[in-house]
């Protein structure tokens, strides 16, 4: 009776709707913020027409704006009980603004203007923290059940990689179609970027308010004990939950190095390599090693283990970036754009497979959080990784753009310096691959194993029962 008792109240099984339900909320961040990651750098520099150094500090002062409004959110969602539902309530109240400051963000209305690019990018990022922090709350008040998580996560990742492949596919090779003369890296093709962003930001919202009718929240904090919840609780837990300090050190390094790789593409591409016309192609073959493998994760991590799991995909992400650099330095190499095709889909099979797993390992630190001060603080947990993941995005948006800076770069050129070249080689294969050697160094220190977290949650929801 009391088995019977402890799945009907925590380890709850999904339907695949309900799954691919959640995911769509992925997939629906992704067609809109994933923009912002890959392609924002390059239409401010290019199209809007800010320097490259002025971008650059903007990217880093926005992410200081999240670290001060995240853990703000954080404890306002774990302390409200919204009637639409504890999280998943903002999905819409998040989303409609949201949506307005993405399609603002590529408005050329006042080209040139820094004033109306930090108003913007700073609406933005404060209204996608109001979905993202509830959404990964949302995660681990479904279930506690490892392997529901386990498969939850790979829908999720399959879905937020669609929204991949549409934003790195569909997004370059749309505004190329509508721009004028092809040219999208142009100030001639604003029109064109404004009217794709535009749809995609729509689309987001469309997905925001399915995500929204598909989920429901089960496993959350007790009523009585969220007038307990502090802003001062971000630092407690911070401190005290060493699997959550590993893992939102795992979420800086890894959202730097993708979002480093995905601002660097198109210049890569563009001057390295000469083809601007292979952007669509090579952003969006990085997506499709998603829908292979991240189907077989449940079975992959069955056999192997999860840390194991980790370094294996970590190390196939690193021989890609390898493969890449020694391609792109050999000329008789460099010209054969099957094996460039084929350094990326090694790399992003690496990649994907990693980054796409972790959020899997979010659900376990707020459990072991509960277990060890007795407060499920799901919104807080996720306004940490949110800041961590925020700050590798950061990185992503800075460190090429100084790097660009450093060497010179001028948009006007159509031949850049060799110095030029080599910063972006550098900074589309070396710097990525050095932040994944540091990523496979911390999940290393990891220590909730799949037999550990299980018994942390039963323990759990037998007191809950026993107080009940």
Known sequence: MKDQ???????????????????????????????????????????????PAAAAVMFLVVRLVDVLWDPFVGAFVDKHNPKLGKYRSYLILGGIPLTAFAILCYWNGFSGSLLYAYVTYVGLSLCY????VPYGALNASLTRDTDEITKLTSVRMFMANIGGFAVQFGVPAFIQYLAPDHNWKQPSAANAWFTVLLVFAVAGLVLLAFCFTQTRERVVMQTGK??????ADLFREFVHNRP?????????????????????????????????????????????????????????????GKKQMFYVF?????????????????????????????AQFVKSTGVIVATGYMWALVPEVISYGEWKTGKRISGIVNALTGIFFKAGFALGGVVPLLVLWIVKFDKDLVQQTALTHQGILWTMTIIPALLLVLAMFIISKYELEDSVIDKINREIEANSVVSD
């Open 5 to 51: 008792i402890l799945e009907q109240k925590g380890f709850y099984k999904l339907s695949w709707l309900q799954r691919v339900g959640f995911g769509s909320g992925d997939l629906a961040q992704n067609l809109i913020y994933q923009t912002v990651s890959a392609y924002l750098a390059i239409f401010y520099t290019n199209v809007f027409g800010l320097n």
């Open 129 to 132: 923290t109001m979905v993202n």
């Open 226 to 231: 969220t007038d307990k919840v502090r802003y």
């Open 244 to 304: 959550l300090r590993v893992l939102a050190f795992f979420f800086i390094t890894a959202f730097a190095m993708m979002a480093i790789g995905n601002t660097a593409s198109s210049y890569y591409l563009g001057y390295n390599i000469g083809r601007d016309d292979i952007v669509p192609w090579f952003n969006g073959l990085g997506s499709i090693p998603a829908f292979i493998f991240l189907p077989l994760v449940p079975a992959i991590k069955r056999a192997i």
């Open 314 to 342: 970590l190390t196939i992400g690193i021989i890609g970036m390898a493969m890449l650099y020694t391609i792109t330095v050999i000329p008789a190499l460099k010209s054969q754009l099957w094996l460039i095709y084929l």
